[in-house]
């Protein structure tokens, strides 16, 4: 499945590799894009959104 998150402080590149680090310990087979301009978080996973979320949020990162 593909989700789609909004995380409001990702502020640069380096945010946004931290974030797709978070979610590839997770799931090493997961596609991960970032946009810091948007704060768009996509990812294509079998993981579930909550846990995906809690990724984000366990990595310091606030989701809407």
């Not at 931290?18 to 894009?33: F, G, N, R, Y």
């Amino acid at each position: 499945m593909t989700l789609t998150i909004k995380v409001p402080d990702m502020a640069c590149a380096s945010c946004g590799e931290a974030i797709k680090k978070a979610i590839m310990t997770l799931d090493s087979d997961a596609v991960v894009q970032t946009d810091t301009n948007t704060k768009l978080v996509s990812v294509e996973t079998q993981v579930s959104e909550a846990v995906i979320r809690e990724a984000i949020m366990n990595a310091g990162y606030s989701v809407a």
